[in-house]
């Protein structure tokens, strides 16, 4: 998303990572990415976007190296998160929390945990009962009420490791 | 910027943040708003953005009480963060760190360092002399290198702490 020549001349960070990630549906894709879910269709179906954009964004994100393409079971490759795209947890975590805290009813929230000690991740990302910031592949997600016939949401009932492959 | 029916049904505090906040510009009018840039005029010139855009913006912000109008000096009404608002650093703050990290060189970085100790912050927001995570209001921004004609970078040579006014 070219923000304008303006904001490359200012040389400002969060100008220029929106850039990378600030178009539209990209953080939704991102996100899913944390949560394994790593095959096209999937990620077409569970966003419920047209493959044209699907595809735009994908590609995008493996030219700046925030996502790789792998091979996946069978013939179908999968998308994952690179290092430098598993560094947005903040980003996504940060919006999940504000999003939880503000418009997400709390028997309906996506619970994110310390999978050291189980704690509630705070509004900052810091683990609750030990104040450490775990990064994702640390961060274990549960789902309390699952909606009526989205697989990933009814897998994810059980606790799911962020970044480790989701199986419906 | 609604992002269809699905993401209403799928509870997904990301998605919920993103119709408010995900929409082209407004995280970049929230990282001004968190600078102390609080003019309308400012705001439109710094960010470089047409009237019609940013006020669209704005009042949308201000409808979901991320920002709010206030009388501000002479006959000018200025806009702030509310605590509401305020709660989106961790967003800024992992948007700032990842694109400093990633696409910005160290020379033009703009430094965030908690007020209590000078420490650096961290990726994750923490701070790297402490391990403490500061509020926005604790942190303070200095950037290494202004760019010519840009009141707001110039000021911001001088340390500047956080949600505090910025006057060129």
Redesign the interface.
Known sequence: ?P??T??T??????????E?V?E??T??IV?DLFYGIRRYNELRKH??LPPATLTDRLNHLVEEDVVERIPGEGARDEYRLTP?GE???????????????????PE???GYKHRADGGELN????CSVC?E?PDASEVMVQKA?P?PK?AF?VALQEPHRLLQPLRP
Chains 1, 2 share one sequence.
């Open positions: 998303m923000l304008g303006d904001y001349n200012q040389d400002c960070a969060v100008a220029r990572s929106l990378v600030g539209r549906w953080l939704l996100r966003i419920g430098k560094g947005l947890w903040p980003v996504v975590c940060g919006l999940a929390q504000w999003g939880n805290a503000n418009y997400v009813e309906r929230r996506m509004a900052n990302g810091s104040g910031i009420t909606l989205d949401a």
